[in-house]
């Protein structure tokens, strides 16, 4: 997971967030506490058996907007999920989560995750423990088919050949729409890895060698990168 918490925001405990100010509630708008909106996710997932194991947040300097990524048990081998999770007081941006084992969120509003499962704006008659139930039960059910994906690209073996190929075409032919010069560095995470879990010539290790690349990008380019990273993968 990735939380960028940019110029003119702060990161904050959970705990923190208890002492945000909440404005009035007005005949079409009801500004739900930041903590509250954390502690009913965790409690819904909670319920749902699904545990977090750590979470960062951040919150803009008027605390009208915050901002935060936690990071599931929920997972598989060598990978875990993550829920990104913005929220806001002055109706600048919906209640909202994103999920996805590459998740980012931004205090510039880049927001981007495998898929979004909770989308709200803050009626009158909104209910945060309906709207998070709804979620978190779309959250399970896409557990599945994200970790089958994830299976069949590390089954998928490939030749150097064809990785250089796909490395090409997102940088020189500009498929990705991320700079050149990153090429090289996504080559040197495929070809030296790090970790042993991204030694084997799979379609995941080079998925692992873009994401570890793609992470010395700014806020905005990270996010335009990110969002079409799984699409371009999974056509290559």
């Given amino acids: 997971m990735t939380l960028i918490a940019q110029s003119g ?11 945000i100010p909440v404005p009035e509630a007005t005949a079409t708008h009801k ?6 909106v954390v502690n009913a996710l965790i409690d819904t997932l909670g319920l749902r058996q699904i545990h977090v194991f750590k979470d960062e947040y951040a919150v803009s300097t008027d605390g009208m907007r915050m901002f935060g990524v936690l990071d599931l048990e929920t997972g598989f081998e060598g990978c875990r999920f993550s829920i990104g999770l913005r929220n806001s007081h002055d109706k600048s941006m919906r209640l ?6 590459r998740v980012l969120v931004c205090s510039n ?3 981007q995750g495998d898929f979004t499962p909770v989308l709200a704006k803050h009626s009158k008659h909104f209910s945060i423990l309906d709207s998070l139930a709804i979620g978190v039960d779309r959250i399970q059910r896409n557990f ?3 970790t089958e994906q994830v ?9 150097d050949d064809q990785a250089k190929l796909v490395i090409y075409r997102a940088f020189i032919e500009g498929e ?6 990153l090429a090289k560095d996504v080559h040197r ?3 030296q890895p790090e970790h042993d879990a991204f030694v084997p010539r799979t379609m995941w290790s080079l998925s692992n060698a873009f994401t570890s690349s793609l992470k010395a990008l700014d806020a905005v380019a990270l996010y335009r990168a990110t969002a079409k990273l799984g699409s371009f993968l999974q056509t290559s």
Avoid: D, N
Avoid at 151 to 159: F, L, N
Avoid at 176 to 181: F, G, Q, Y
């Fill in 176 to 181: 990705l729409e991320a700079p050149k010069h």
């Fill in 109 to 111: 509003l880049a927001f």
């Fill in 144 to 146: 599945a088919p994200l």
């Fill in 189 to 191: 995470y495929y070809f």
């Fill in 31 to 36: 500004p739900i506490p930041h903590h509250e």
């Fill in 96 to 101: 909202a989560l994103t999920v996805g084992y």
């Fill in 9 to 19: 925001t702060t990161r904050i405990s959970r705990e923190g967030l208890i002492a």
């Fill in 151 to 159: 299976a069949r690209w590390r089954e998928t073996r490939i030749t």
